[in-house]
């Protein structure tokens, strides 16, 4: 895995200016990339100390990210995506559709179904931007739901379907918007504490 400087003399806690300059005197391998220079971690000389507080410092980040989870969930430590809000009105909404209908809604309950198998990939993502994306394509298969469920006649009326865009854009949608803003701060908070 390559590193750049800076990721580097974190790791090897010294100096950028110092890790350069044994770069530069052959002290330490590497290479320049674009004008910057690169360390693989594998070449890096840590000592038995350095490597401990590698991994201590990975130890708080992870304890930071989880009281991050743990906050952004109201205060529990769920690792379900069961207890994330549009998962649970999502499942909610689809058993209701697949129930009220003969069938005809089948183009529905796919964009559910993908919906849903994307809000569990980000919730069991570790990394922040896959996280985001998981939620993003959630997004976009609830949103093909909503136009599917648009063009339906009874969608204009009182009818069911009218209830169900209604649950989609003002309950669903909104609260996901919510994981992918989270997510976002999330890979923030992760590059402040490097």
């Known amino acids: 895995m390559d590193l750049t400087l800076r990721e580097a003399a974190l790791l090897m806690d010294v100096n950028e200016r110092t890790l350069r300059d044994r ?3 052959g002290d330490l391998r590497g290479s320049k990339v674009g004008g910057r220079w690169t360390v693989r971690r ?6 038995e ?3 401990s507080a590698v991994f201590a410092r990975a ?6 990210v989880d009281g991050a989870l743990a906050s952004a969930l109201g205060g529990k430590r769920r690792r379900s995506a069961l207890d994330l809000e549009p998962f649970a009105a999502t499942v909610a909404l689809r058993r209701e559709i697949a ?4 069938g005809s809604l089948a183009c529905v309950l796919t964009c559910l179904d993908r919906a849903l198998d994307a809000l569990a990939r980000g919730a069991h993502e570790w990394a922040g931007d896959r996280k985001r994306d998981g939620f993003l394509d959630a997004r ?3 949103s093909r739901a909503v136009a599917r469920l648009a063009i339906q006649p009874d969608t204009q009326g009182d009818g069911p379907g009218g209830a169900w865009v209604d649950r989609l854009e003002q309950v669903v949608l909104p609260s996901l918007g919510g ?3 989270w997510s976002e701060r999330l890979d923030e908070r992760r590059g402040a504490a490097r």
Request: net charge positive; glycine share 4%; no cysteine.
């Open 23 to 25: 770069l530069r005197r």
């Open 42 to 47: 594998a070449d890096l000389p840590l000592t």
């Open 49 to 51: 100390d350095q490597r």
């Open 59 to 64: 130890r708080r980040v992870r304890d930071s």
């Open 99 to 102: 129930a009220g209908t003969d």
């Open 140 to 142: 976009l298969h609830l």
């Open 179 to 181: 994981l992918v803003r």
